[in-house]
């Protein structure tokens, strides 16, 4: 069994200097789980994970990345064909638009959800009466499936009976899911609706992390409201905000169910966004081909945002 | 050195039962759903719905197999008609697929090419040999390179809707020319409903869009696909997309129907926020269900240009198949005959569906029905003006493709030709 030995000690007569230092880690091979424990452990304990990460995440994304290199015929994987797919839909009008579309859908999102999320979390965070019951509320969106609120949305905003249809106006008749401006505007509004309960509940937590000293501080060197919010609040807040914004970047650029049952692409094409392209692509034609390089699109601009969402994190600690 | 050997061993346990795990569930994931003590039939039909009398029905003749069987039984699971087919593509690839389906004759050769139904040919066939003419459906529609796929339990006819009590108070007549349609519906729009309900979004994959743009052309003396081939951009379709633009023009139907497909029609139809449509037989009943509805639902042939004749109608029905994964093809065979007697075909008579046996129409149980009349009128315009509905294996993305391109024709002022073209090249080239 190895010993680790800890050079400069006192009992080797070095004077002490500064706070004890850490000791190295060991070098040994296969020591991963501790000095005593054997290779065939730390291998048991760690095999598991590998093996469920890998059946869980790694095959399905080389399974996909390799259908999208080839023809399909339903299920059945036929000939070889490179980046076809892909060339496709970069290089295609129809693949460019839903690009398009689906950037000004997540990016639209955000711009809405982050601001009152974090709006919400700083009104859910005063001593209030009834706070908890706001809680409760604001959170219920949260807990309805994305089909539901779709087809409670399309009801909402019925031009002929929806509690929110415009419909007859001196501008003229007003149907959300008859123009596709409308269309992309509302389903930005469902999605923001559905999902900014989870994002408030991330900066809530994040804003009862705040010592409320700091906050006292900058209130006796004079600072108002909104200059505690900006200076103190914000700052401390940015490692959420930046996780928030990577959770939901995710969410939006995956987001199926809500695009298919409330505008189901249309009209027009309006709202058809690449998530909706690969599964139409994949479970309503079978070009699975064609679908898996949808998806593996969509992979990659999830890895890019989270990675530019990372950096940046990363650059304003360092700075 | 004893404990390390004993945490080597662990360790070496812990994998195994993990390994053996995971071979275990993916292994169980592979076997067949055919158990042989059971059956299971996949369709769009839910037997208990409350709205629809064809669940009724089926879920009356399915109890009555169960009771009669000395076989297995069966048991039904219901699944939306979006999902089913790539539901049932999906299971049977993974060998969980039914040991029967329903199939929409149009999805059948979809379902034909992705492998998810076997042919019945050797028991299908000796039975609709025996019933010769009295089988009204085309048997060449279900059968795929000599084999026969499946077995049509319903036919149906394409009709004009109208809310007869809508009309009435518009004091508007019923139209017999495709003008007068336009005509008619421009009036009822104007007493603040849609005058006809088309549906124009890509909801079903513009379904409902296809199931008029197929017999307009056909009436403009155009067709849909020629030996697989996009024949559409002609005179012919160019003419049927001119028609919906004049429609739309002159306030028959406004910029809302592009958010409706068939579903949205059919509810806007019983609402009374639609006054006249085409739609098929086979919903007639469940429409008629809806409150206040009744009577008023009124059907006619639809017209053409010409108020001697009506347009042809398209020739579909749901069918019934044996699952590529089903293991006792006797058995689920055995049910099918069972489905598509006439003492079940009865029923569905009864639940406002076209049988497709014609000496069913005789039976005392459907002369003695309430609209056993109008069943017989459908019957009477399927046959004298009956043809059989254009399918293929990729119909659903050229029904797809179709409504987007007639979206951008009607409300966006494209080119009918220039679209209708690029359509049809982009389906041939597939």
């Known amino acids: ?59 399905p994304i080389v399974y996909a990345v390799n259908l999208s290199l080839h023809e399909t015929s339903y299920m059945q994987i036929g000939e070889f064909i490179g980046l076809q797919h892909f060339i496709w839909i970069f290089t295609s009008a129809e693949g460019q638009a839903q690009i398009a579309r689906s950037l000004i859908y997540v990016v639209g999102s955000l711009v809405i959800a982050v601001p009152l999320s974090l709006a919400l979390a700083n009104l859910l965070n005063q001593n209030v009466r009834f706070r908890r019951v706001f809680r409760v509320l604001i959170l219920m969106p949260w807990v309805i499936s994305q089909t539901v609120a779709a087809l409670l949305w399309k009801w909402l905003v019925n031009p002929d009976y929806g509690p929110l249809g415009l419909g007859e106006t001196p501008f003229g008749r007003i149907d959300f899911l008859a123009d596709p401006v409308l269309a992309m505007t509302l389903l930005i509004v469902v999605n923001v609706w559905i999902s900014y309960p989870l994002a408030t509940i991330l900066c809530l937590a994040s804003l009862q992390t705040i010592p409320e000293e700091l906050r006292e501080a900058a209130e006796v060197d004079g600072a108002g409201p909104f200059r505690r919010f900006m200076q103190v609040t914000l700052p401390l807040m940015k490692p959420t905000l930046f996780v928030v914004a990577i ?73 | 050195m004893r404990s390390g050997k004993i945490r080597n061993a662990a360790a070496a346990v812990l994998a195994t039962t993990l390994a053996v795990s995971v071979v275990g569930c ?49 048991t ?43 042919p019945m040919t050797e028991y299908a066939e000796p039975v609709l040999s025996e019933m010769g003419d009295d089988f009204l459906f085309p048997v060449d529609g279900v059968t795929f390179d000599g084999e026969i796929m499946a077995m049509p339990w319903e036919i149906r006819a394409w009709l004009l809707w109208y809310r007869e009590d809508m009309l009435e108070e518009a004091g508007v007549e019923v139209p017999q020319t495709l003008d007068e349609l336009g005509d008619a519906a421009a009036a009822l729009s104007e007493t603040g ?7 124009f979004s890509n909801a079903g994959l513009g379904a409902d869009f296809m199931e008029k743009f197929i017999p307009f052309t056909w009436g403009n003396g155009g067709d849909i696909l020629v030996d697989g081939e996009a024949v559409f951009d002609d005179e012919a379709g160019v003419e049927t997309m001119n028609t919906f633009i004049e429609w739309h023009d002159q306030g028959a139907f406004g910029d809302e129907v592009l958010s409706m497909g068939a579903d949205e029609v059919i509810n806007g139809v019983k609402a009374g926020t639609i006054a006249m449509a085409i739609e098929g037989s086979f919903r007639v009943a469940a429409a008629r269900a809806g409150d206040g509805v009744g009577d008023n639902l009124q059907t006619a042939p639809m017209p053409s240009s010409d108020a001697a004749q009506p347009l042809q109608t398209p020739i579909a029905g749901q069918t019934l198949t044996i699952g590529a994964n089903a293991t006792d093809t006797d058995a689920a065979w055995d049910f099918i005959e069972y489905y598509t007697s006439a003492q079940s075909q009865e029923e569905f008579a009864a639940a406002g569906v076209l049988p497709v046996l014609s000496t069913v129409y005789e039976s005392e149980a459907v002369t003695s029905l309430p609209n056993a009349d109008e069943l017989n009128s459908w019957l009477d315009y399927i046959r004298d003006y009956g043809r059989p509905n254009p399918v293929s294996e990729n119909f659903s993305e050229l029904s797809d493709s179709l409504v987007t391109g007639a979206q951008q024709v009607v409300f966006q002022g494209q080119d009918p030709a220039a679209t209708l073209e690029r359509v049809a090249e982009e389906y041939n080239a597939q």
């Open chain 2, 26 to 74: 993916a292994s169980g994931s592979g076997e067949s759903s055919a158990s042989g003590e059971e059956l299971e039939m996949w369709t769009f039909l839910d037997p208990n719905s409350p709205d629809d009398p064809r669940g009724a029905a089926l879920n009356s003749i399915v109890e009555s197999y169960n009771e009669q069987t000395d076989g297995p039984t069966v």
């Open chain 2, 76 to 118: 039904v699971r219901s699944i939306n008609y979006a999902k089913l087919d790539a539901e049932v593509i999906k299971a049977t690839a993974s060998g969980q697929g039914p040991d029967i389906l329903n199939v929409y004759s149009n999805q059948l050769p979809m379902h034909v090419a992705a492998q998810t139904v076997q």
């Open chain 2, 193 to 199: 409903v849609t005058g006809l309900g088309v549906g």
């Open chain 1, 1 to 59: 069994m190895a010993i680790a030995v800890h050079p400069g000690t006192e009992e080797q007569g070095a004077p002490p200097a500064g706070p004890p230092t850490p000791p190295p880690p060991p070098r040994g091979k296969g020591r991963g789980v501790g000095d005593k424990s054997p290779l065939g452990l730390s291998w048991g304990l760690v095999l598991p994970s590998i093996i469920v990460v890998a059946v869980v995440s790694i095959f």
């Open chain 1, 247 to 319: 959770q939901l970047t995710l969410l939006y650029f995956n987001m199926v169910t809500l695009v298919y049952t409330l505008t189901g692409g249309g009209p027009l094409d309006g709202t058809n966004l690449l998530s909706l392209a690969a599964f139409k692509q994949s479970f309503e034609f079978f070009n699975l081909g064609l679908g898996a390089a949808y998806s593996v699109v969509l992979f990659a601009f999830n890895v890019l945002f989270g990675a530019a969402y990372i950096r940046l994190l990363r650059s304003e600690r360092n700075g």
